[in-house]
């Protein structure tokens, strides 16, 4: 295959890496995903994470395999099996809905690759639209908050919310971006900051229980944050805390945005409740590891919920930033999403 790099995913012949997304930002380890086992393997682990990536890197590997000769019958079993990698992400299933009808080609490794290298093109497209439409929100010398990491790690090109706010920091119009560390997972402390700070974007980092105190003292004039599913009544599962937020600036009378592509609606889906929501495991609310090592801080045998997204309702969102535009609240109410 061509050779290809975005800021986590990297190919060459038909070899296939990813930025370890849990050993940054102290170090930058490229890992080879070479096979369905390592590539989900990654996934679960989150060294490939964000809900627009999922779906690219399982795209690339089913195209590399293709390339090497897999049997159609040896892809289709690929093909389920990354699809069940991980279940809230909605980018992961649209993603390899369109490689199976590549695969039903007749000429379907080339088709594969096609359409993989198209989904990539296409992601770092909507993204730059993504950025376009949301800065025009932003108004000059804003405070903005974000959550989680949905920038140039989390896609092929520089990102969703994060893109936004890199976008409009350009314009001119970004005073200071509070990144919340986002647990448990950190991937706003770890991975948001790292990227706002190689970009020069000004930016203090706090934990998820500051943004209350920091919105009550008039700190914060918007919320970004992006998507993992966006049903068809425009409720939106993200990174969980995300819903926390939105309550937050609802009742601050603070917007609160959502940025994301068009392969993260799912008008299938009636709303909400109709998501499935991953649960993770209880080490990672013991404790914490990383490239650092090991801890666990809560007793054994401490009983965990762990959920990785929650729910934010349509009616506490004040605009969603797709690549076609800015969808308000009326237009999600008129059933913009149900017809997507
Ligand atoms: O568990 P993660 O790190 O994959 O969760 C990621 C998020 O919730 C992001 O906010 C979302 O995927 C949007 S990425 C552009």
């Known amino acids: 295959m061509q050779t290809l790099q975005t800021t986590s ?8 890496w990813i930025l370890d997304q849990q050993a940054l930002p102290q170090q930058k ?28 890197s399982a795209s690339l590997l089913l195209a590399l395999l293709a390339e090497r000769g897999e049997s159609r019958e040896a892809l289709a079993a690929a093909l389920e099996t ?28 080339t088709a594969l690759v096609t359409e993989a290298l198209r989904l990539v093109e296409e992601d770092r497209a909507l993204c730059e639209r993504i950025a376009h439409a949301g800065a025009a929100l932003v108004t000059p010398g804003s405070r903005l908050l974000t959550h989680c990491n949905t920038g140039g ?21 970004v005073a200071n971006v509070w990144v919340d560390e986002t647990r448990p997972l950190l991937q ?19 934990t998820d229980s500051m ?5 009550a003292q008039g700190e914060v004039d918007a919320v970004w944050v992006g998507a993992d599913r966006i049903a068809a009544n425009g409720d939106v599962a993200n990174k969980i805390g995300t ?7 609802h009742y601050h009378g603070i917007p609160f945005y959502v940025a994301a592509p068009q392969t993260t609606l799912d008008p299938a889906c009636p709303n909400g409740a109709a998501i499935p929501i991953e649960q993770r495991a209880a080490t990672e609310i013991t404790g914490v590891a990383g490239s650092f090592g090991a801890v666990q801080w809560a007793p054994e045998n401490a009983r965990v919920y762990n959920p990785a997204f929650d ?3 349509a009616a506490l969102i004040g605009g969603w930033v797709l690549d076609s535009g800015v969808v308000t609240p009326a237009q999600v109410r008129d059933g913009a999403f149900a017809t997507a």
Do not use: C
Request: proline share 5%; no cysteine; charged share 15%.
């Open 311 to 313: 729910v934010t309702p």
């Open 153 to 173: 790690l989390a896609t092929a090109g520089r990102g969703t919310a994060l893109g936004v706010i890199a976008h409009a920091f350009e314009a001119g119009k």
């Open 211 to 215: 943004a209350a105190s920091l919105m």
């Open 243 to 249: 819903y926390s937020l939105a309550v937050l600036a």
């Open 82 to 109: 990354l699809r069940a990698a991980r279940p809230t992400a909605v980018n992961l299933m649209n993603n390899l809905d369109r490689m199976r009808s590549a695969l039903a080609q007749p000429d379907h490794a």
């Open 188 to 206: 706003g402390g770890r991975l948001t900051a790292w990227e706002l700070g190689e970009w020069g974007v000004p930016y203090q980092l706090i």
């Open 29 to 56: 380890n490229w890992l080879p995903a070479d096979s369905v086992e390592a590539l989900v393997g990654h996934i679960h682990a989150l060294r490939v994470r964000g809900a627009p990536l999922i779906g690219l």
């Open 9 to 16: 995913l990297r190919v060459e012949g038909n070899q296939f």
